[in-house]
T-cell receptor, first 114, second 114 residues
Framework: KNQVEQSPQSLIILEGKNCTLQ??????????LRWYKQDTGRGPVSLTIMTFSENTKSNGRYTATLDADTKQSSLHITASQLSDSASYICVVSDRGSTLGRLYFGRGTQLTVWP | EADIYQTPRYLVIGTGKKITLECSQTMGHDKMYWYQQDPGMELHLIHY???????EKGDLSSESTVSRIRTEHFPLTLESARPSHTSQYLC?????????????FGEGSRLTVL
């Protein structure tokens, strides 16, 4: 069964600290993996996309990694800011059909305290 | 910022009422989607459309219906709302040939049925 599991479910950190969010998946055949950020009361916004051949990709203070062998991805946030408080959702795409489909994780709720 | 808009943002109605959630995008995307999101749970696809006059049911069974008469417009209708329909509804669109492209989300419509 294709699944996406995220950990931790929630996380509280102090402003300026770093943190790492995890995403494990069993989706096969794998196409790509995206991390989305969802602010409270807003729709999700894409942060980064990882394809099979990519190990790491940065977007400002966000760095995503992908280990396609172990089917794990992480999102590292450096020097956190209050505006980083949000839910971070891992979404994995398959290529098992002509059009493919998406599998969503339940998200990690990050709270950054001043 | 994504150019996709949802109205209303919040709606509180009584059981048995008919409601329509509006969604419009100005990006010219062929594909549009409706997702249902409950607290702490993953997004569930309830409807999608490949283009004008095309609609398909998603993974999650829903009593709602959709229409796609114009490329930019993808409304969702509930003929008779029930308390079990209380949820956050997110509209999204994407470009590309498959269903696994980057999703651009609206800000959501939070529906409460009393």
């Amino acid at each position: 069964k294709n699944q996406v599991e995220q950990s931790p479910q929630s996380l509280i950190i102090l402003e300026g600290k770093n943190c790492t969010l995890q995403c494990n998946y069993t989706v096969s055949p794998f196409s790509n993996l995206r991390w989305y950020k969802q602010d409270t009361g807003r729709g999700p916004v894409s942060l980064t996309i990882m394809t099979f051949s990519e190990n790491t990709k940065s977007n400002g203070r966000y760095t995503a990694t992908l280990d396609a062998d172990t089917k794990q991805s992480s999102l590292h946030i450096t020097a956190s800011q209050l505006s980083d408080s949000a839910s971070y959702i891992c979404v994995v795409s398959d290529r098992g059909s002509t059009l493919g489909r998406l599998y969503f994780g339940r998200g990690t709720q990050l709270t950054v305290w001043p | 910022e994504a150019d996709i808009y949802q109205t209303p943002r919040y709606l509180v109605i009584g059981t048995g009422k008919k409601i329509t959630l509006e969604c419009s995008q100005t990006m010219g995307h062929d594909k549009m989607y409706w997702y249902q999101q409950d607290p702490g749970m993953e997004l569930h696809l309830i409807h999608y459309s490949y283009g004008v006059n095309s609609t398909e049911k998603g993974d999650l069974s829903s009593e709602s219906t959709v229409s796609r008469i114009r490329t930019e417009h993808f409304p969702l209708t509930l003929e008779s709302a029930r308390p079990s329909h209380t949820s956050q509804y997110l509209c999204a669109s994407s470009a590309g040939t498959g269903l696994t492209g980057e999703l651009f989300f609206g800000e959501g419509s939070r529906l409460t049925v009393l």
